[in-house]
Nanobody
Framework: QAQLVESGGGLVRPGGALRLSCVGS????????MAWFRQSPGKEREFLAG????????AYADSVKDRFTVSRDNDKNTMYLFMADLNPEDTADYFC???????????????????WGQGTQVTVSS
């Protein structure tokens, strides 16, 4: 399993933007489909965005597709999530995940991912 570490969370005002990063270890980082999820208290972990091993194929949840952009740099073993026009409903812990069983397919359920980061907290508040 890859080790993943998220960063970039914090407090942001409504309408603001943040960029999250997910740095992975291991030689197979660039071979895996990856995704971003989020979870807030009392709610299930929610798929936000994902991309194929090369980054050529992307997928987004309808709730964020016009505001969030996922990308990756395999040379840096890093995946990004740029989030714009944030609102209080975006407040949650954000997690990155990697799937050793998928390269071009981007699953939307958390059970398909076998490596997870520890999460980074995003709070949107005035």
């Amino acid at each position: 399993q890859a080790q993943l570490v998220e960063s970039g969370g914090g407090l942001v005002r409504p309408g603001g933007a943040l960029r999250l990063s997910c740095v992975g270890s291991g030689r197979t980082f660039g071979e895996r489909a990856m995704a971003w999820f989020r979870q807030s208290p009392g709610k299930e972990r929610e798929f936000l965005a994902g991309l194929s091993w090369s980054g050529a194929i992307t997928a987004y949840a309808d709730s964020v597709k016009d505001r969030f952009t996922v990308s990756r740099d395999n040379d840096k073993n890093t995946m990004y999530l740029f989030m714009a026009d944030l609102n209080p409903e975006d407040t949650a812990d954000y997690f990155c995940a990697a799937s050793s069983r998928n390269r071009n397919n981007i699953p939307r359920t958390s059970g398909n991912y076998d490596s997870w980061g520890q999460g980074t907290q995003v709070t949107v508040s005035s």
